[in-house]
């Protein structure tokens, strides 16, 4: 038979206060709670109002690439700028013409080789070919080289033919200097070789008085 407890006994059966937890701490952690709480409700409304952010792509390194380096432009030329004239290259000639004071009879060449020529002495000139002439007959024309570099025909290769060898490929011929001289007068005058209207060989010379 049990028997009703008494008004001690059920009161000191309910639980107490707990130890060492005061009003002051249970505030303080429910504040606590309360903010963060306050944190989420508010980062979910905001993420859901905001656009999230596009992703951003992130170039990726390529291993051994160097940085290139953009070639400098070559300056370019104003083709209407002012260019100083150019010379006209002497034509190639299958001939040369050679002056001198004397002609050696044997190998038809000039000797003592020079381009001014003076009263009294010999005028001697050579003309050597890479082939034989091919003809029994070419002409000699003499042009006076004026100080502004015109020229003035003084001998007509029409009308001056030389007789050469047509198997030979080098001839001399000699003539006093006065012979030139005193048609001519002094100056500077080009000799130019003709077979028929081809240009064989040109050189220059002088005559002193």
């Known amino acids: 038979m049990q028997h009703a407890a008494t008004g001690d006994q059920a009161a000191s059966t309910l639980p107490g ?9 249970l505030m303080a952690i429910g504040g606590a709670l309360g903010t963060i709480v306050a944190a989420i409700i508010i980062g979910a409304i905001i993420g859901g109002i905001l656009p999230p952010a596009p992703p951003v792509a992130v170039a990726s390194p390529t291993p051994g690439a160097s940085a290139s380096i953009e070639p ?14 150019s010379a006209t290259p002497a034509p190639v000639l299958p001939g040369t013409l050679t002056f001198g004071l ?3 009879s044997e190998t038809q ?16 000139h050579s ?28 001998i007509n290769p029409e009308e001056n033919q030389l007789t ?25 005058f080009v000799m130019r070789v003709y077979r028929g209207s081809e240009l064989l060989a040109q050189g220059t010379f002088i005559l002193a008085e």
């Open 17 to 25: 206060p707990l130890a060492g937890v005061d009003q002051g701490s």
């Open 72 to 85: 400098t432009p070559a300056p370019s030329i104003d083709p209407s700028a002012s260019v100083g004239p």
């Open 102 to 104: 004397g002609l050696n």
């Open 109 to 124: 060449r000039v000797t003592n080789p020079t381009d001014t020529f003076t009263p009294g002495t010999t005028f001697a």
């Open 127 to 154: 003309i050597e070919l890479t082939a034989p002439f091919g003809v029994t007959q070419i002409g000699e024309g003499v042009w006076q080289i004026a100080e502004d570099g015109t020229e003035t025909q003084a």
């Open 164 to 188: 050469v060898d047509p198997d030979a490929s080098i001839d001399g011929f000699t003539v006093p200097t006065n012979a030139l001289l005193d048609p001519l007068g002094p100056g500077t």
